[in-house]
């Protein structure tokens, strides 16, 4: 009889073991789950400035004029459609001039830079003016040609204007030059009317 009774005690223990472990097995799994529904959700949670403003061009500067221009887009949909912090602003305006020529640079101060950025965003937020997207010419669209013993490159940028409930395209040509580290320059810019050579 005791044998058979330590048998079962046996079986039990073995049975108590097994439930615990499986528990702590279930608990551990439920813990890891938990941890990476946070962390999805904190990467959910960076907004398009922050995105933005992760990104060192002095170690990941766009390879191409076509990159270059997609991230001054993006810079400038972030100024006149995204929530963000006067050091934000500053920021993005710094990373902004770090994609300039130097000779546009030179053409203003950072100070008045931003005094006159301040200034056009503050119009486009009175009249409920917003970019809501934008697109470059494509890669195989891009001009490129040789001037005054430097590489220039040529293209187009089409942007999406919403200004009270109604959306207009808006149509901008970017010239660029390659500076001495090899990277593309914007040298400047101009609208363009719709229809004038456009390439989306």
């Avoid at 010239?175 to 719709?194: C, N, T, V, Y």
Wanted: overall charge neutral; charged content about 30%.
């Amino acid at each position: 009889m005791k044998r058979n009774s330590s048998k079962g005690n046996n079986s039990i223990k073995g049975a108590i073991v097994i439930i615990v472990l499986a528990l702590s097995v279930l608990a551990y799994f439920y813990v890891i789950n938990n941890r990476m529904k946070r962390v999805e959700k904190d990467v959910e949670s960076i907004s398009a400035v922050q995105e933005l403003l992760i990104r060192n061009l002095d170690t990941n500067y766009p390879a191409t004029p076509k990159e270059v221009v997609k991230l001054y887009s993006e810079i400038t949909r972030c100024f006149y459609a995204e929530e963000y912090t006067e050091e934000d602003l500053i920021r993005m305006a710094e990373m902004s001039r770090k994609l300039f020529d130097d000779e546009l640079v030179a053409n203003q101060d950072d100070e008045s830079y931003i005094r006159a950025l301040k200034g056009e965003i503050a119009t486009y937020r009175q009249q409920n003016r917003v970019i809501t997207s934008y697109s470059v010419s494509s890669s195989a669209d891009v001009e490129y040609y040789n001037f005054r013993g430097g590489e220039w490159a040529q293209l187009i940028a089409m942007y999406s204007i919403k200004t009270a409930g109604k959306v207009e395209p808006s149509k901008e040509r970017y010239l660029l030059r390659k500076d001495d580290a090899g990277h593309w320059k914007i040298f400047g810019f101009r609208m363009e009317q719709l229809g004038a050579g456009t390439t989306e």
